[in-house]
């Protein structure tokens, strides 16, 4: 069966870096387009990055542009979510999914999901 495992959550200062991985396994990872989400409390999930299937193509929300980037290495069935300057309002549980189909911004385009990892940071 298809599994998605996040890690690299963690507690960091405001200004500090993070990198998270998504280990894919179950599915046929160098044909998937993936994603970021994440959901802070009291709000929906949101879109956060995402990737092609040979990440030539990148898409982010406005507010982590400049700040995250997304990448994969097919070769190892892993997607990653590098996170630099993080800020208090970063704060929320992070998942991976994959795509199914249609908007890679909307999650009800994705079948597939991770658990999530926590990332807190800190004022």
């Known amino acids: 069966q298809v599994q998605l495992v996040e890690s690299g959550g963690g507690l960091v200062q405001a200004g500090g870096s993070l990198r998270l991985s998504c280990a894919a396994s179950g599915l046929t990872f160098s044909s998937a387009a993936m994603a970021w989400f994440r959901q802070a409390p009291g709000k929906e999930r949101e879109f956060v990055a995402g990737s092609n299937r040979i990440g030539g193509n990148r898409y982010y929300r406005d507010s982590v542009k400049g700040r995250f980037t997304i990448s994969r290495d097919n070769a190892k069935n892993t997607v990653y979510l590098q996170m630099n300057s993080l800020k208090p309002d970063d704060t929320a549980v992070y998942y991976c999914?994959?795509?199914?189909?249609?908007?890679?911004?909307?999650?009800?385009?994705?079948?597939?999901w991770g658990q999530g990892t926590q990332v807190t940071v800190s004022s």
């Open positions: 999914a994959r795509l199914r189909g249609g908007s890679v911004y909307d999650e009800k385009s994705y079948d597939y």
